[in-house]
């Protein structure tokens, strides 16, 4: 049985074509090689990974020409599964070889495990994910009516995102999309997970497939800088949705009706534009907002849905019914600042 990490990784290089095909499954073999886009399995051909012992290397050693990395297959397991505590590295790798479970393995010399939901654990599954463009993110948003990306950087995709119903639950995998939470200064503070269901192209059918890490209050998902105009809102769907109609308007998504009304405000912020849910959270969170922002010299408006969201109007009322809602109610010299032009 392996006892450390150089004899997992030793035997997961035994089998690296089977590794490769498994984790890097975008990649595909060219002689000696595995050819993927990075080591976080986007297409492409910049990463090879090496199949079999050679003068020039061992095999399961892979390098990153276009950005200089390197490292073994355990790295592919980590980077590719969004993995962060060495253990559950080591776990996955044990249960892609079939093997029993062992003692406590030594952490990765090479990085301290970051403390589970931490900002640390939170920036680390930010860094391992990819972007959203042409993956299962993009086609879940737009089964939402969501098809304007522009400035969502702050989303990511990951394909295999560990969730765990319990502490005596096992650890499920399921794709998911990342979204980074940041301070006024952009810093990563915290992610917030959504994971899907491929088949449905809708939320995984489980218990809580919206869960949030690392430090939230007063921090948000952002889309676009703010300077003297912005919109705030709870739902990361709710918020894409406006900017359907609104794409230029910076808009930020607090993830939830208490972090909405503790948002921090940028000092440029002249008009604060609230993003509200139709219930009674909703209510007292615009209520919170309002009083805040008044206080701090900022004119608050408020923005209301027809049905219970903005995502529920723009999937059944329609894109042209959001664009007359949004218009009724921003102000006119916004209107003419960031309004799309109805198609």
Not at 113 to 141: C, D, K, N
């Amino acid at each position: 049985m392996a006892q450390n990490p150089h004899d997992l990784a030793r035997r997961l290089a035994d089998r690296a074509e089977a590794v490769c095909r498994h984790y890097l499954s975008s990649g595909r073999r060219e002689g000696r090689y595995w050819l993927v886009g990075d080591v976080r399995n986007t297409p492409g051909r910049s990463m090879y990974v090496r199949l079999k012992d050679s003068p020039k290397g061992p095999a399961g050693k892979w390098t990153d020409a276009a950005t200089g990395e390197h490292g073994d297959l355990l790295d592919v397991i980590r980077e590719s599964c969004g993995l962060i505590d060495f253990k559950d590295v080591a776990d996955e790798a044990r249960t892609f070889l079939s093997m029993p479970p062992s003692e406590p393995m030594p952490a990765n010399p090479r990085q301290v495990p970051a403390p589970h939901g931490s900002p640390e654990a939170a920036r680390r599954l930010v860094g391992m994910s990819q972007p959203i463009i042409g993956t299962l993110v993009q086609a879940y948003l737009r089964e939402r009516g969501i098809t304007d990306l522009r400035g969502t950087g702050n989303l990511r995709f990951h394909p295999r995102c560990y969730y765990r119903p319990d502490e005596h639950s096992p650890t499920e995998t399921w794709p998911a999309m990342i979204a980074a939470v940041t301070d006024l200064d952009g810093k990563i503070s915290g992610a917030h997970r959504t994971w899907l269901d491929p088949r449905r192209l809708d939320k995984a059918p489980i218990d809580t497939p919206r869960r949030a890490m690392g430090d939230l209050l007063g921090n948000a998902v952002r889309f676009g800088t703010a300077s003297d105009v912005m919109a705030a809102g709870e739902g990361i769907e709710t918020v894409l949705s406006l900017r359907q109609v609104l794409p230029d308007m910076p808009m930020l998504a607090a993830l939830s009706a208490a972090h909405l009304a503790a948002i921090l405000f940028p000092d440029t912020l002249r008009r604060l534009y609230i993003v509200r849910d139709n219930d009674p959270a909703g209510d007292g969170a615009r209520d919170a907002l309002i009083e805040r922002a008044n206080a701090a010299g900022i004119e608050a408006i408020v923005i209301s849905p027809e049905l219970d969201d903005f995502n529920e109007d723009l999937r059944t009322l329609g894109l042209d019914a959001l664009r007359m809602e949004a218009r009724l109610q921003v102000a006119p010299q916004d209107v003419a600042r960031f309004m799309a032009l109805a198609a």
